[in-house]
Nanobody, 120 residues
């Protein structure tokens, strides 16, 4: 089992910034990639940004230039720095981790979600 603890969501005005954090713990052994996704009620979950253990990064087009994903491998923690926030960024943000356990069995876990609300 792998546990993910997210933090950093909240209410911010348009143009403001927030920083999300997600720490993984438990039977981690080897993490291949971590990432952030978001979801509005009644809509599919969309990828926001992902980062591999080798440092390869991908962003959704709608956050390029505004959001930055980073990772502290020693702490098994992934961050999402969100700048120039827009009202349409309002969503429940989920952390995701993909990896393998000590037996080589792959895993894919989700955090509980942290709400980001952008409103004046």
């Amino acid at each position: 089992q792998v546990q993910l603890v997210e933090s950093g969501g909240g209410l911010v005005q348009p143009g403001g910034s927030l920083r999300l954090s997600c720490a993984a713990s438990g039977s981690i052994f080897s993490i291949y990639a971590m990432g952030w996704y978001r979801q509005d009620p009644g809509k599919p979950r969309d990828v926001v940004a992902t980062i591999t253990s080798g440092g390869n990064i991908n962003y959704a087009d709608f956050v390029k230039g505004r959001f930055t994903i980073s990772r502290d491998n020693a702490k098994n923690t992934v961050y999402l720095q969100m700048n120039s926030l827009k009202t349409e960024d309002t969503a429940l943000y989920y952390c995701n981790v993909k990896g393998g356990d000590v037996k080589g069995v792959r895993y894919d876990y989700w955090g509980q979600g942290t709400q980001v609300t952008v409103s004046s």
